[in-house]
C-alpha cells in the first residue's frame, strides 16, 4: 500500500522502488532538490518538467527540510 507523507510526495514500492516521488509526476524529490541545488529556480524546473506544480515544489522542500 503506497504511503503519503504529504497530498503532494508518494512513496510506492512500484513507483522509482519506493523513492519519493512528486505525486502524478513520477519526478522523484532527489531529482527536484539536485536541481534546485544546482542553481535552477522554481521556473526552470517548470519548464523542465511540465508535469510539476509550483506547490509541489514548495512541498519538495518542506519535505526535505
Known amino acids: 500500500m503506497p504511503m503519503n507523507d504529504q497530498p503532494y510526495i508518494t512513496r510506492d514500492p512500484a513507483i522509482c522502488g519506493g523513492q519519493p516521488v512528486v505525486t502524478g509526476a513520477r519526478v522523484t524529490v532527489r531529482t527536484v532538490l539536485a536541481s534546485l541545488a544546482e542553481g ?16 509541489a515544489i514548495r512541498a519538495v522542500i518542506a519535505f526535505a527540510d
Open 40 to 55: 535552477m529556480d522554481t521556473e526552470d524546473l517548470l519548464r523542465d518538467f511540465p508535469t510539476l506544480s509550483g506547490d
